[in-house]
Antibody
Framework: QVQLQESGPGLVKPSQTLSLTCTVS??????????WSWIRQPAGTGLEWIGR???????NYNPSLNRRVTMSVDTSKNQLSLKVTSVTAADTGVYYC???????????????WGQGTLVTVSS | DIQMTQSPSSLSASVGDRVTITCRAS??????LNWYQQIPGKAPQLLIY???SLQSGVPSRFSGSGSGTDFTLTIRSLQPEDSATYYC??????????FGQGTKVEIK
């Protein structure tokens, strides 16, 4: 079955760029009517949606992060990537990639999640 | 921006109890509402989509209802393995998908 695995540095210095990769295995990232999203969770708090990418390459981002976030896809490697620039301690948390499937027009739900990767922003 | 507000923030209940969690949207979202369960240290898992559709493999003691702005997740007979945090999420207002702040369920 399809699985997602996040990877990337666990420690990033303040003001630098956080870069993560999500590898999709067991299926093609290009197949199906899916959005692919990044979601993060600061320690002890709730879930924050970061953004979404359609397999065509179109993207939408959370306005609270919009200017600092870039998502992209490499279909040849079956990978998604996330970059967050100018990070601060507030960007520390567990980062998940997730697949959003469509129930009806506009109604999407996250039916597949990676295990998550912890990123700490600290000097 | 649309806000999703869950209540209560936490609750403690006994095995076998009926548990109800509420999610309120700041604007109408039809039935574009999903529920997730997150066990500590694990990724969230989908329980309910489209307000009331049970995800494949999820026990039937979980159910969802509601439309418009008010939604409910019910656990019919609480089990020890249901100790977790539960989140609602809307996908009506694009491009921003929003989660509620979570409800932590503990077993007495």
């Amino acid at each position: 079955q399809v699985q997602l695995q996040e990877s990337g540095p666990g420690l990033v210095k303040p003001s630098q760029t956080l870069s993560l990769t999500c590898t999709v295995s067991g299926g093609s990232i290009s197949s199906g009517n899916y959005y692919w999203s990044w979601i993060r969770q600061p320690a002890g708090t709730g879930l924050e949606w970061i953004g979404r990418l359609f397999t065509s390459g179109s993207t939408n981002y959370n306005p609270s992060l919009n200017r600092r976030v870039t998502m992209s896809v490499d279909t040849s490697k079956n990978q998604l990537s996330l970059k967050v620039t100018s990070v601060t301690a507030a960007d520390t948390g567990v980062y998940y990639c997730a697949r959003a499937s469509r129930a009806v027009a506009g109604l999407y739900y996250f039916d597949l999640w990676g295990q998550g990767t912890l990123v700490t922003v600290s000097s | 921006d649309i806000q999703m507000t869950q209540s209560p923030s936490s609750l403690s209940a006994s095995v076998g109890d009926r548990v109800t969690i509420t999610c309120r949207a700041s604007q109408t979202i039809g039935t574009y509402l999903n529920w997730y369960q997150q066990i500590p240290g694990k990724a969230p898992q989908l329980l309910i989509y489209a307000a009331s559709s049970l995800q494949s493999g999820v026990p039937s003691r979980f159910s969802g209802s509601g439309s418009g702005t008010d939604f409910t997740l019910t656990i019919r007979s609480l089990q020890p393995e249901d100790s977790a945090t539960y989140y609602c999420q809307q996908s009506y207002y694009t491009p921003t998908w929003t989660f509620g702040q979570g409800t932590k369920v503990e077993i007495k």
